[in-house]
């Protein structure tokens, strides 16, 4: 994927992470996104769009899903759904191998000092994904004091997500601090369609 050098993460942060967010989201609102991606080679940057492509397609699968239709219909949207979920998760891992490769980062059970964070980067940058849509669809479906209230909930939550973004990110490069790249270890596969 990257190659290992610390320098490539330098320029990650979540304020550049989130402008590729909302970029991206602004695209494939206007020209559509058929399918997500899939996980394969590819950089970091390429990485979290893939993620972010799962996201977003879930969150249509979600509404077609909660859509009065037949049976046969809302099966493959919760198909879709359950696929697109666990290609989500690949994404988060890959994010995540590629941080702890380029950083020589090895499970460890001697952390002492070290900062040690509860999400991983792949999965505070799902996180900020979420987000990112979440305040992109109230904004076009709330209106008046609603909608000023309920995104500036949003923005201080995007904020704080940020800030710890950066903060671990930092420590990570800086050698304070730790992380284990989760493995989902996802026990459903959907069937193949």
């Not at 769009?49 to 809302?74: I, T």
């Not at 000023?148 to 671990?168: A, G, H, I, N, P």
């Not at 992380?179 to 989902?184: E, F, I, N, P, V």
Request: proline share 4%; with cysteine; net charge neutral.
């Amino acid at each position: 994927m990257l190659s290992p050098n610390p320098s490539d993460l330098e320029n990650l942060t979540a304020a550049s992470t989130r402008a590729q967010l909302a970029m991206l989201t602004d695209r494939w609102q206007t020209k559509g996104l058929d399918a997500p991606y899939q996980v394969g080679p590819g950089s970091l940057e390429w990485l979290i769009e893939g993620l972010h492509s799962c996201n977003l397609f879930s969150w249509h699968a979600d509404d077609k899903s909660r859509a009065a239709q037949p049976d046969g219909v809302l099966m493959k949207h919760k198909r879709d759904l359950d696929a697109s979920n666990l290609m989500r998760s690949r994404f988060m891992e890959a994010i995540d191998l590629t941080v702890a490769d380029v950083l020589q980062l090895r499970p460890r059970q001697d952390l002492g000092s070290l900062y040690v964070n509860s999400e991983t980067v792949g999965q505070i940058i799902d996180r900020l994904s979420v987000m990112t849509l979440k305040h992109h669809f109230l904004s076009r479906r709330l209106n008046g004091l609603e909608v000023s209230e309920t995104l500036q909930r949003v923005d201080d939550q995007l904020f704080y997500v940020s800030y710890c973004m950066d903060k671990f990110l930092k420590a990570l490069l800086q050698g304070k601090a730790q992380m284990l790249a989760y493995r989902q270890f996802k026990t459903y596969q959907p069937p193949e369609s």
